[in-house]
């Protein structure tokens, strides 16, 4: 019997691609961002509307992680924007190697950031570098407001939280939601988090987003 | 269900490991953080999945977990965190910096000589 201690990272091929990826949009000086969150918290309609309220402002690409179809990166070209769509075909989550392929699709030198829309999930692509600025964790009014202390991994590694679909607290519908307990709970775990409660149906709240992104790009 | 990707890896870096050295793996030791939202009974139902028809197959995967640590702004004070609960232990303080979480780490490889027979 042998024992080798091995000592290396589970995941350095995946490490390997993110640091790639971090070189080549460095090389640009193209800041990019992870966007993770629960299937349906609306995060295409958040590109959709950040694209098209600053078109001529900031020239964003899109990369679309999804298990199947392309309908979200149709929705992105319909917004005026390069996007690039990744089937993950099952996986739950992007690795760095797909996002690769996807930033030697688009016309880098002609974008001020590139917005990684990563699988529906809470959980998984928390687990994985993409080489990005930064996390971004979005979560919807009627997913209710215990996700921060039931899933606090993405959102102690979040640098900004969405909190989207705040329409709903004002329409008059029947959901419990605390806003407070989301930005206590979200803080206790990560007290640089940055909180913008949204609609990206109503574009409520969407002005202090544009502008923690802007801000991004000319860093 | 990122224990598959991260099995899918384990296996591959330990089959690598054991073929370079002629030997076969019967054990092994990886280590991970909190955040790593590592799930022990998905990640060995994986491993063994994937493992089969590999140099892996049959053989055991420990699972360690190293604690996330966090420093107190208010006492100094390094703690273990609670992440349903995160407050300093000491002065019970709720301001404070998470510190790195620990990675996913393959630790050591225990392997059992093939070639001559020797076990």
Wanted: with cysteine; aromatic share 4%; proline share 4%.
């Amino acid at each position: 019997m042998e024992r080798v201690d091995v000592g290396k990272k589970v995941l350095s091929a995946n490490e390997a691609y993110a640091l790639k990826n971090r070189q080549l949009l460095a090389r640009y000086g193209t800041p990019c961002f992870n966007i993770i969150s629960s299937p349906g918290s609306g995060k295409t309609t958040i590109l959709v509307r950040t694209i098209t309220d600053l078109a001529g402002a900031l020239r964003i690409g899109v990369i679309e992680g999804d298990i199947q179809t392309d309908i979200d990166a149709q929705r992105i070209r319909a917004a005026k924007a390069p996007a690039v769509q990744i089937n993950t075909e099952g996986a739950c989550h992007l690795s760095a190697a797909q996002v690769n392929r996807g930033l030697t699709e688009l016309p880098l030198d002609g974008l001020d950031m590139v917005l990684v829309e990563n699988v529906g999930n809470l959980v998984c692509p928390s687990a994985f570098e993409l080489g990005e600025n930064g996390k971004i964790v979005v979560l919807s009014v009627p997913e209710g407001d215990d996700k921060p202390a039931k899933y606090p991994a993405i959102f102690a590694k979040s640098r900004v939280l969405l909190v989207n679909k705040m329409d709903l607290l004002r329409g008059g519908a029947q959901v419990d939601f605390d806003l407070e307990r989301v930005k206590t709970d979200a803080r206790r775990l990560n007290q640089g988090i940055e909180i913008f409660p949204v609609s990206a149906k109503t574009g409520e709240g969407m002005q202090d987003w544009y502008d923690w992104l802007t801000a991004q790009a000319r860093a | 269900m990122h224990e598959t990707a991260v099995a899918q890896s384990l296996v591959e870096m330990i089959s690598q490991e054991a073929q370079s050295r002629h030997a076969r793996p019967i054990r092994a030791k990886m280590s991970c953080g909190e955040l790593n939202a590592i799930n022990d009974e998905v990640l060995s139902f994986a491993f063994e999945a994937v493992a089969q028809g590999t140099p892996c197959e049959g053989m055991r995967l420990q699972i360690e977990h190293k604690p996330l640590q966090a420093k107190c702004k208010t006492c100094g004070r390094d703690f273990v965190v609670d992440l349903s609960n995160v407050k300093c232990p000491s002065c019970g303080g709720g301001d404070f910096e998470l510190l790195p979480d620990a990675p996913l780490l393959l630790e050591q490889i225990e392997l059992e000589g093939t070639d001559d027979g020797e076990s």
